[in-house]
């Protein structure tokens, strides 16, 4: 059912986002570095390789630049017309392909690359691997603030690899022990929540249940003021 939703929905949105994707293409197109699509190698399901798309919103050769695959609250390396698609996440449009061909689902742990993967703890990249990554999921819209977070701190590559990622692998892993349907359409509503009220606690309300965060991370998610939407 999972799968024909994801086929369904992707297809419809391809439909209906075509117009607005064509200016982004040709803007694109002849502004910055003049590339259209960013390729990069993700960790799938079964723990296969893909080549993840998104919209280019950085320089060429960031994977190689600063903090590598962790990108940070006013990376430098982030284009001027990316920084715009990558607030309103317009940048991982280009995922429905992804999605269509089977690589992806609509919901789903976020994909990562090898090197983000290898810093959730094992047993979490034992669960993640059994289901196909999403475009959104609930590690993802809990962590929607993440490159605020890895900004605020003194040293953002130990907090994303010993802070963030453990407890982000626990999120991924509750999604896997509770996907179904009603799992599916929840994310897919508080999806589109807090992409227009990106300060909503409503995640919290939405998937009774999760692991609780952290001290570290507990005010950061806003998990203490989850009584408010």
């Known amino acids: 059912m999972q799968r024909i939703l994801d086929v369904i929905f992707s297809t419809l949105a391809l439909l209906v986002l075509g117009p607005l994707l064509v200016p982004i293409v040709l803007v694109l197109r002849f502004t910055g570095e ?5 390729r990069q190698q993700r960790v799938g399901r079964g723990g296969q390789m893909f080549n993840l798309l998104k919209f280019a919103t950085m320089l060429k050769n960031s994977p190689n630049m600063g903090t590598g695959t962790v990108t ?17 996440k ?5 995922q429905l392909i992804n999605i269509l061909i089977g690589d992806m689902s609509l ?16 047993d979490s990249q034992k669960e993640i691997i059994k289901v196909r990554p999403g475009l959104s999921g609930v590690g993802s819209i809990i962590f929607r603030g993440e490159e605020d977070m890895m900004h605020a701190s003194d040293e953002p590559d130990r907090f994303y690899d010993q802070v963030i990622m453990p407890y982000k692998g626990h999120l991924e892993c509750w999604y896997v022990q509770n996907q179904g349907l009603l799992t ?12 227009a009220f990106s300060d909503s606690t409503l995640a919290w309300k939405a998937f009774r249940g999760v692991p609780k965060p952290p001290v570290g991370l507990a005010k950061q998610l806003k998990w203490m003021t ?4």
């Open 34 to 38: 003049g590339e259209v699509f960013f």
């Open 72 to 88: 940070l609250k006013d990376d430098p390396r982030v284009l001027f017309v990316g920084k715009f698609l990558r607030r309103t």
């Open 90 to 94: 317009v940048n991982e449009l280009p």
């Open 107 to 122: 919901i789903g742990p976020r994909p990562q690359t090898k090197r983000c993967f290898d810093a959730f703890p094992s």
């Open 184 to 195: 599916y359409v929840k994310c897919l509503f508080v999806t589109v929540w807090v992409v």
């Open 226 to 229: 989850s009584n408010v939407v």
